[in-house]
């Protein structure tokens, strides 16, 4: 369909169902066992109602911030999620290039499809771009790929926690392929011995990415190492409760990222918007103390706009920079960074909300009943 048909995230997803092959939306869509923590992701925006404020001045809506302390026109950003070309034969590029003008970050995966160098190049120099590191469990082989990233002009460094194990995407696993093939001509870093082999058929596409990892990560640990080396801002991607989330403060971490890798790892874990809802009610002070970001769900500026009511600094999209720049390439990604930004500023004026600062967590309500 032409691209002013697609009023919603929802109808992107759509058209890239249509248009991916089979093994590719299986990627992508997929999520552990019976795919309840992702289905729950979503759910839990229905249960957070807002409280809105009327006579008050809208005219003028400002929903710029900042994060990281880096400028943003949206509280939102890209999730660094693996292989986008998969989707598209341009891949992350179009996701960059998509970003650039309406001047929304791209955090872009280690097991990204294209370079970290030709990710960087495709980027304009006033754009920002994070980095999501999945640690080597040998220091040197990680340490290599931080400096790596830092030459690059990196701006952030994401560690992603929440994957030390492959867990089990049984759609994924039903579609077995393999990463260098003519197809797609898709090659991924992983350095070291033991490298991807995707024709393992219970591990699937996910679990040949993360194969060499660090499983032995701590807070004593890894968080001190990860500081030595970098003076990059670190957050952790993939905090799932309250508790760690105060030993992230403790380790003087710069942010955290409730997430559970939008449902793809451990079965069950507590939707993100929860966790920060449990953080909010149980930890406020924590907020002063690091910025707190959330991902997961995320599909509409109403979603956005809860988090950040309940203080996440922003909020990260993964599948859907995935299916827009497979539909549509960078067009479908500006498509859907537009719907995001009429969405987001609808939703604060009807707030009588005129800037990001304003939304607090009174005007919004959790009910305990989940609309049909
Ligand atoms: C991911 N995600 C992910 N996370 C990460 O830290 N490193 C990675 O390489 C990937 N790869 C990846 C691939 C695909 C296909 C998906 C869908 C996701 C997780 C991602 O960063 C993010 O946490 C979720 O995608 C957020 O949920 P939504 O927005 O997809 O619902």
């Known amino acids: 369909p032409p691209l002013n048909r697609i009023l919603s995230l929802a109808d992107m997803e759509d058209v890239a169902k249509q248009v991916l092959s ?41 929903s710029s911030t900042r994060i990281l302390g880096f400028e943003t026109t ?22 960059t290039k998509g970003c650039a003008p309406p001047k929304i970050i791209q955090m872009v995966s280690s097991n990204a499809s294209l370079s970290y160098a030709e990710i960087a190049a495709a980027s304009t120099p006033s754009q920002t771009l994070f980095f999501q590191l999945y640690k080597h469990k040998d ?8 400096r790596e990233i830092e030459q690059l002009g990196y701006k952030a460094i994401f560690l992603t926690v929440d994957a030390v194990v492959p867990s089990n995407r049984e759609r994924d696993v039903r579609s077995p392929w393999v990463l260098d093939d003519q197809e797609t001509g898709i090659k991924v870093y992983n350095e070291g011995e033991g490298a991807a082999d995707t024709t393992d058929a219970v591990l ?14 701590t807070w004593e640990k890894t968080i001190p190492w990860l500081r030595s080396v970098t003076k990059l801002p670190i957050v952790i991607k993939g905090i799932q409760c309250v508790q760690d989330a105060i030993l992230a403060a403790e380790a003087k971490v710069d942010g955290i990222l409730l997430s559970n890798h939008g449902g793809r790892q451990l079965e069950y874990s507590l939707p993100p918007l929860e966790v920060l809802y449990r953080l909010r009610t149980q930890q406020p002070q924590i907020f002063d103390k690091m ?43 500006r498509k859907i960074i537009s719907i995001l930004e009429r969405e987001i500023v609808t939703t604060m004026r009807l707030m009588g909300v005129s800037n990001i600062g304003e939304l607090t967590p009174d005007m919004v309500e959790r009910v305990d009943w989940q609309p049909v």
């Open 22 to 62: 089979y093994r590719a939306w299986a990627y992508y869509s997929s999520a552990a066992d019976d795919e309840i923590s992702l289905q729950e992701n979503a759910r839990a925006f229905q249960r957070f109602f807002f409280k809105a404020r009327v006579m008050r001045p809208v005219s003028h809506c400002d």
């Open 291 to 333: 910025e707190v970001y959330l991902d997961g769900g995320v599909r509409r500026g109403t979603d956005v706009v809860k988090a950040l009511c309940l203080g996440a600094k922003a909020v990260g999209l993964g599948r859907p920079f995935l299916y827009a720049q497979s539909a549509y390439g960078e067009v479908g990604v």
């Open 139 to 146: 220091d040197a082989i990680a340490l290599k790929r931080i």
């Open 204 to 217: 699937g596409v996910a679990g040949a990415l993360i194969v060499n990892d660090d499983r032995d990560m």
């Open 74 to 95: 949206l509280p939102i950003f890209v999730c660094g999620s693996a292989l986008a070309k998969l989707g598209h034969p341009l891949g992350e590029i179009n996701i």
